[in-house]
């Protein structure tokens, strides 16, 4: 099998890509590196994964890269809240005119299943907990409503021209490869940063505050699964459908 993993040497992506290998598929990556590193791939060796620097928002000559691809996973975009809202062009670039120009390249190639990373933050603040998908939708930043907007596109086209697309809205991942730098990330980013540099721990208020935390290796099986499976046009939220406090986590 052959799979196309786009933002493939980022944290998500780049664990994507070992589960891949590991079980026996060539991978091209797809990534411009502004997030990820090319550190985190680098036990690969050419023969089983192709990376390309490339910027998918800005560049529609895709389609070589799809050859034989069986399985696109379209993890590349912006991740960062503050940022999109000091720039939300840039966030809207890269999510929504990337995807688009990522499903139309998937869909002149005819691939076996086209996996979307998604966003849990489209619910916003939820009313309930455990969240499902059929929870109200609102994006309460421009992050969360370009990566709505890409799942949208991905979803209408699965309607419109029969492509086998399933959604994933992710929760908060943790685990190997995840960012310690920047002035943005999630808790456990922040945290394990804080704890390398021998530092206090920061906790915001009372720290009673939840969150629907899922390690890595069990978002890369749904992924995984999700492309095996036969479902198409679907939504799927991946967390571990538990509410976990900072306190805790502390």
């Known amino acids: 099998m052959k799979s196309l993993v786009t933002g493939g040497a980022g944290f998500i992506g780049s664990n994507l890509v070992d589960q891949l290998v590991k079980i026996g598929h060539k991978v091209i990556v797809l990534d411009n590196f502004s997030i990820g590193r090319k550190s985190n791939l680098s036990h690969h060796t050419k023969k089983n994964v192709k990376t390309i620097k490339i910027d998918i928002s800005g560049n529609k ?15 590349a975009g912006l991740v960062d809240i503050i940022p999109s809202i000091e720039n939300p062009n840039k966030y809207f670039k890269s999510n929504v005119v990337g995807t688009l120009n990522i499903l139309q390249a998937a869909k002149r190639s005819s691939v076996k299943k086209f996996i979307y990373a998604g966003s849990a933050s489209c619910y916003g603040t939820p009313e309930k907990y455990p ?4 929870s109200k939708i609102d994006p309460q930043y421009p992050y969360a409503l370009t990566k709505f907007l890409g799942e949208q596109l991905v979803i209408h086209w699965a309607k419109v021209y029969h492509m ?10 943790y685990g190997p490869r995840s960012k310690t730098t920047g002035a943005y990330g999630s808790v456990f980013s922040i945290f394990l940063a804080q704890k390398l540099a021998k530092k206090s721990l920061t906790i915001v208020g009372d720290g009673k505050q939840t969150r629907d935390f899922i390690h890595i290796f069990d978002l890369v099986d749904a992924m995984v699964k999700a492309a095996q499976s036969g479902k ?5 939220n991946v967390g571990s459908g538990q509410e976990t406090s900072i306190n805790l986590v502390a």
Do not use: C, I, M, Q
């Open 61 to 75: 000559k895709l389609d070589g890269y799809f050859k034989g691809v069986d399985y696109v996973f379209h993890l």
């Open 131 to 134: 969240t499902n998908e059929k």
């Open 164 to 173: 086998p697309n399933v959604s994933l809205r992710f929760f908060n991942a």
């Open 232 to 236: 198409s046009g679907e939504v799927y």
